[in-house]
């Protein structure tokens, strides 16, 4: 079955660092590669996706790039910001005969500190 | 900008009792998800629509939850009875349906259950 694997929180940073959060995925075909972003007391954006092997996703100074032969799809930021507080999920979609429900990760809190 | 609205965004009930969560997704789309989130996890999948039609319903435990979408347009997903082990936030989403696994999903704000 499909699983995705990110690494545990939280994560704490300084306001300027750099960031990398990792996702690693297993699938049975060719998926498609999502990060999304989770505020305080909110529903769940999109950050950002990739949807073939090498494709770079990237949205508000963040990318990710689709790495099929390592399975991952790791998230980085050159300078973190304190309003980049919050929780990152890392998702696929590997579906076919339209059944497309997206599986998560259990996502990564990220806490910047001015 | 088009929203998917949820309500309510907070519910108490005690176990036993029966519960109901209702979504609207944005206008036009004709995939609508349900998802479940239990505390510290990532979303998982409980029910998808294409239009009025169940397309994967096979995580939704059958013995107590029910989902609908009677017109293909908003949703209802309801609990009888509630467990204490409910207690999770329950998402919607909604996508166009039309591009497949490379589509966006778009969740709505949640609602929270807590099952006392």
């Known amino acids: 079955g499909n699983s995705v694997t990110q690494m545990e929180g939280p994560v704490t940073l300084s306001e300027e660092a750099f960031l990398t959060i990792n996702c690693t995925y297993t699938?049975?075909?060719?998926?498609?590669l999502f990060w999304y972003v989770q505020y305080p007391g909110e529903g769940l954006q999109l950050l950002l996706k990739?949807?073939?092997?090498?494709d770079k996703g990237s949205n508000k100074g963040f990318e990710a790039t689709y790495r099929k032969e390592t399975t991952s799809f790791h998230l980085e930021k050159g300078s973190v910001q304190v309003s980049d507080s919050a929780v990152y999920f890392c998702a696929l979609n590997d579906s076919g005969g339209g059944a497309d429900g997206l599986t998560f990760g259990k996502g990564t809190h990220l806490i910047i500190q001015p | 900008e088009a929203e998917v609205a949820q309500s309510p965004r907070y519910k108490i009930t005690e176990k036993s009792q029966a519960v109901a969560f209702w979504c609207d997704p944005i206008?036009?789309?004709?995939?609508l998800y349900w998802y479940r989130q239990i505390l510290g996890q990532g979303p998982e999948l409980l029910v998808q629509?294409?239009?009025?039609?169940?397309?994967?319903d096979s995580q939704l435990p059958k013995d107590r939850f029910s989902a609908e979408r009677l017109k293909g347009v908003d949703s209802t997903l309801k609990i009888q009875p509630a467990e204490l082990g409910d207690s999770a936030m329950y998402l919607c989403?909604?996508?166009?349906?039309?591009?497949?696994?490379?589509?966006?999903?778009?969740f709505g704000p949640g609602t929270r259950l807590l099952v006392l």
């Open positions: 989403a909604s996508s166009s349906g039309e591009g497949g696994t490379q589509e966006t999903q778009y």
């Open positions: 629509f294409q239009d009025e039609s169940v397309v994967d």
């Open positions: 206008s036009g789309h004709a995939t």
């Open positions: 990739a949807t073939k092997a090498d």
């Open positions: 699938a049975t075909g060719y998926p498609s």
